[in-house]
C-alpha cells in the first residue's frame, strides 16, 4: 500500500469518526442551548445546585453530567459547548466523567461478569461526585 493510499484511508477514516461525533455532540448542543435560550435550565437548576455547586459547578451542569453518566461523553461535550463554563468547570466535569460515564451501557457489560449492577453505578457515580468536591476544594486552595 502506497503512502497516498494510506493518506486517503486515513483521511476517509478521519471523516467518518469526526461524522459520527457531530451527530452525537449537534443536537445536544441546539438542545441545550435551546433549553438556556427559554430559561428551562434556569428552572430546574436549582434542583441539582447543592451537588454542582459542592463541585464548583452551575446548576444547569447536572445536564451535563446526567447526558454523561447515561449516554456518552459525546452529548456531555455537546452540552458542555453549549455553555458559558471556566476551565476550572470544564476540567472538573472532564475528571467526573472521566470516573463515571456510559454507565448503562458498561454496566450491563459488567453485570454479566457477575458483579451487581447498582453497586457498580452507584460507586462510580458516587466516587465521581466526591472526586469533583475534591478537586474543586484543592482548585480553591491553589
Known sequence: MSLLDKLFNGFKKGLSI???????????YVLID??????????????????????????????????????????????????????????IIGIVLGIAHNLIVEGVVLSKSGVKLYITISFRVILAIITGIMVNLIWNLI
Open 18 to 28: 469526526s461524522s459520527k461525533i457531530i451527530i452525537y455532540t449537534f443536537p445536544f
Open 34 to 91: 435551546f433549553l438556556k435560550a427559554i430559561g428551562f435550565l434556569d428552572k430546574i437548576s436549582f434542583i441539582f445546585e447543592p451537588i454542582t455547586k459542592l463541585m464548583g459547578l452551575p446548576g444547569e451542569a447536572a445536564i451535563v453530567l446526567v447526558s454523561g453518566f447515561l449516554i456518552n461523553l459525546y452529548p456531555a461535550l455537546g452540552s458542555m459547548a453549549a455553555m458559558d463554563l471556566s476551565v476550572k468547570q470544564i476540567t
